[in-house]
């Protein structure tokens, strides 16, 4: 194994343990303390917490993919449909997780506006675009990756 994927590995791990730290400890009080907090949203905010929990599925799911596209870097197959086909994932992925938070945001306002915190509504948008800015990079990734193999391929067959 490499040392420069090894270290990305790692990362990915890392990049795991706060998000299911948050699916275990955090979500569950928050859902409770707000459906308290808001007793008429309750049924909206247990919607918004399946919704956040979906999403952190798929976010698992991003992680793996990264995994896996790191093991073909390993495997010097980074050039490959099966890398595309991770990064087409990955995008595909990121992009739902976006469109989940953003379906959430009726709520985040809701609960800005009881508890008058604006600067609620901005942490929640920037929560829900940083997804889609990966799906936008995976996205260009993909689409280089599949030129350099098209390069590739009409150099293998020229030679």
Known sequence: MKPETLFLKIAVFIMAVPVLALCIFVIPVLTRGISEFIPAFSFWVKVAS??????????FLVLYQALRLLGYIDKNKAFSHLSVKALKNIKYYATTISILFLLTMPLVYAVAEKD?????????????????????FAAVLQKLLKNAINIKKENDLTV
């Open 50 to 59: 399946a919704g956040i929990y979906l999403s952190a599925v798929l976010y």
């Open 116 to 136: 008058d915190a604006p600067g609620l509504i901005i942490v929640g948008m920037v929560i829900a675009l940083a997804p889609m800015v990966v799906a936008v």
